[in-house]
């Protein structure tokens, strides 16, 4: 588990400090960093970006006490805890992103899907994940013209114009496989139906599922759509009756990173251009039949599949944290006996790989590569749900609101506020209890921050706590040099 470790005692779940600095991960990138770096400017000519370098940094400090923490104290019986501070990163740190994805999860289904049906549409622009991760701005456009043709579709289904009606979505960009793999796809919750005004009261009219022929339909029409957008705007070319993509970002370090990470091939390195090695076992023909409601198409495809009715708000939310989960799970990341990196793949694929087999190196190209830009929004609203929409306010769960199946005061749907602590997500999300003394039951009160790194010190002997020394940053050992 990323975000703690389990504690069991007679009196329930209490936190545990996590170690980082135990982990394979953690220890991958404190023993390679400079290296890779090294490696990056020599087969470049350039360094990385500096909030790649950022990326990486403040892993490292993530979760280590050296590096600062919160100081917790029973007020019954002097009972005292140390909580690190995080780093709050969005590329790979498991921790960090497991906070993210219980928060964003819980956010959506307390205060923004309204109860409701909800489809998942799922979309996969294969062909351009190389381009969209050089060019993120484009995603805004392409997608306006998702929501645009699949709005469309519920309106008419709902057999009702667009001026009548109107849908929305939350759309959740996924920039990464279970391979460490940059595979930049489109997570839309879809409010399955539409709404009109009846005597100024927003009012929800639910649609069928659609069909393969359907689907396929609106898959061609979202394709032609894109195709005419990105040629528009010159990211795609067209001669002699070929069609094929403008040089992404040649000057730019991370593009053959994220190239390579896109077709599971090798950036740099002896085995530059080459795939990774996999391991794989008999293809499992039962995993591999096709669904109902997914369609391809010249490398696109269209899933619409998953589907929650008004009453499964607990499935609602498990398929958020799903969809927001990190890149990079400690548990599935391992060493060989040649050193070399093992990942496990979530899910087999149809051919049988279950495995992926990287020199260390090689697994840091994969790191950088699923480093998103600053200011990149991953989260979008549409239609009804998006910020400013008139109807928003009239459908969205009200913040006071309970479920019945709920006890009071264990359900996290009652607090007013749209942020949760992370003591409560803990709570809420893996049953961990870092509110109460583990000893006495008694309240845990915060009385210092420490980011001081004497006092740190100080403390940390004085508690006879164990913590790997503050590692200088890269800035900190050219200033020395």
Same mark, same amino acid.
């Given at each position: 588990?990323?975000?703690?470790?389990?504690?069991?005692?007679?009196?329930? $779940?209490?936190?545990?400090?996590?170690?980082?600095?135990?982990?394979?991960?953690?220890?991958?990138?404190?023993?390679?960093?400079?290296?890779?770096?090294?490696?990056?400017?020599?087969?470049?000519?350039?360094?990385?970006?500096?909030?790649?370098?950022?990326?990486?940094?403040?892993?490292?400090?993530?979760?280590?006490?050296?590096?600062?923490?919160?100081?917790?104290?029973?007020?019954?019986?002097?009972?005292?805890?140390?909580?690190?501070?995080?780093?709050?990163?969005?590329?790979?740190?498991?921790? *960090?992103?497991?906070?993210?994805?219980?928060?964003?999860?819980?956010?959506?289904?307390?205060?923004?899907?309204?109860?409701?049906?909800?489809?998942?549409?799922?979309?996969?622009?294969?062909?351009?994940?190389?381009?969209?991760?050089?060019?993120?701005?484009?995603?805004?456009?392409?997608?306006?013209?998702?929501?645009?043709?699949?709005?469309?579709?519920?309106?008419?289904?709902?057999?009702?114009?667009?001026?009548?009606?109107?849908?929305?979505?939350?759309?959740?960009?996924?920039?990464?496989?279970?391979?460490?793999?940059?595979?930049?796809?489109?997570?839309?919750? $879809?409010?399955?139906?539409?709404? *009109?005004?009846?005597?100024?009261?927003?009012?929800?009219?639910?649609?069928?599922?659609?069909?393969?022929?359907?689907?396929?339909?609106?898959?061609?029409?979202?394709?032609?759509?894109?195709?005419?957008?990105?040629?528009?705007?010159?990211?795609?070319?067209?001669?002699?009756?070929?069609?094929?993509?403008?040089?992404?970002?040649?000057?730019?370090?991370?593009?053959?990173?994220?190239?390579?990470?896109?077709?599971?091939?090798?950036?740099?390195?002896?085995?530059?251009?080459?795939?990774?090695?996999?391991?794989?076992?008999?293809?499992?023909? $039962?995993?591999?039949?096709?669904?109902?409601?997914?369609?391809?198409?010249?490398?696109?495809?269209?899933?619409?599949?998953?589907?929650?009715?008004?009453?499964?708000?607990?499935?609602?939310?498990?398929? *958020?944290?799903?969809?927001?989960?990190?890149?990079?799970?400690?548990?599935?990341?391992?060493?060989?006996?040649?050193?070399?990196?093992?990942?496990?793949?979530?899910?087999?694929?149809?051919?049988?790989?279950?495995?992926?087999?990287?020199?260390?190196?090689?697994?840091?190209?994969?790191?950088?590569?699923?480093?998103?830009?600053?200011? &990149?929004?991953?989260?979008?609203?549409?239609?009804? &749900?998006?910020?400013?929409?008139?109807?928003?306010?009239?459908?969205?769960?009200?913040?006071?609101?309970?479920?019945?199946?709920?006890?009071?005061?264990?359900?996290?749907?009652?607090?007013?506020?749209?942020?949760?602590?992370?003591?409560? &997500?803990?709570?809420?999300?893996?049953?961990?209890?870092?509110?109460?003394?583990?000893?006495?039951?008694?309240?845990?009160?915060?009385?210092?921050?420490?980011?001081?790194?004497?006092?740190?010190?100080?403390?940390?002997?004085?508690?006879?706590?164990?913590?790997?020394?503050?590692?200088?940053?890269?800035?900190?050992?050219?200033?020395?040099?």
């Amino acid at each position: 588990m990323e975000a703690a470790q389990f504690a069991a005692t007679g009196k329930g $779940v209490h936190y545990e400090r996590r170690r980082p600095e135990d982990t394979v991960l953690d220890q991958l990138v404190q023993e390679h960093l400079e290296t890779f770096l090294a490696q990056v400017e020599l087969e470049t000519g350039a360094g990385l970006p500096e909030f790649v370098k950022e990326e990486f940094e403040a892993f490292l400090e993530c979760g280590i006490l050296a590096h600062g923490f919160l100081r917790l104290r029973c007020a019954d019986c002097a009972h005292e805890k140390l909580v690190a501070f995080s780093c709050k990163r969005r590329g790979f740190c498991p921790s *960090c992103g497991a906070r993210r994805m219980a928060e964003t999860a819980a956010h959506l289904v307390d205060h923004v899907i309204p109860r409701v049906p909800v489809r998942q549409w799922v979309s996969f622009p294969i062909p351009l994940r190389v381009l969209f991760a050089a060019h993120p701005h484009l995603l805004a456009p392409v997608l306006r013209i998702v929501h645009r043709v699949i709005s469309t579709f519920l309106i008419q289904q709902a057999g009702l114009k667009r001026a009548e009606a109107a849908t929305g979505a939350v759309t959740l960009i996924q920039r990464f496989g279970s391979a460490a793999n940059l595979n930049i796809h489109l997570h839309g919750l $879809v409010l399955d139906g539409v709404y *009109c005004a009846s005597e100024g009261v927003p009012v929800f009219h639910p649609v069928r599922a659609p069909t393969p022929g359907e689907l396929q339909s609106l898959l061609n029409r979202i394709i032609k759509r894109l195709m005419k957008l990105l040629t528009r705007k010159g990211y795609l070319i067209e001669e002699q009756g070929m069609t094929y993509l403008a040089d992404p970002d040649p000057e730019s370090a991370l593009t053959p990173l994220q190239a390579a990470a896109c077709t599971y091939r090798i950036a740099f390195g002896p085995r530059a251009g080459q795939k990774v090695l996999t391991l794989q076992t008999v293809p499992n023909p $039962v995993a591999s039949s096709a669904s109902q409601r997914c369609v391809n198409e010249q490398g696109f495809s269209l899933h619409a599949e998953v589907r929650l009715g008004i009453n499964q708000r607990h499935k609602l939310e498990h398929l *958020c944290r799903y969809i927001t989960r990190p890149a990079i799970a400690n548990e599935r990341l391992a060493l060989n006996r040649a050193g070399q990196v093992v990942l496990t793949l979530k899910t087999p694929y149809r051919d049988g790989t279950t495995h992926i087999v990287m020199e260390p190196l090689e697994f840091m190209q994969r790191l950088a590569a699923l480093v998103p830009r600053p200011r &990149l929004h991953l989260i979008r609203f549409h239609g009804v &749900l998006a910020p400013n929409a008139k109807l928003r306010p009239a459908i969205i769960p009200s913040r006071d609101a309970n479920p019945a199946a709920l006890d009071q005061a264990e359900s996290p749907y009652s607090s007013p506020l749209a942020r949760m602590s992370w003591a409560r &997500l803990l709570k809420r999300v893996f049953h961990i209890d870092l509110e109460h003394c583990p000893n006495c039951g008694g309240t845990l009160t915060i009385i210092a921050a420490l980011l001081d790194p004497t006092a740190i010190a100080h403390i940390l002997t004085g508690l006879s706590a164990r913590a790997p020394p503050r590692r200088p940053r890269s800035d900190d050992l050219l200033a020395t040099a």
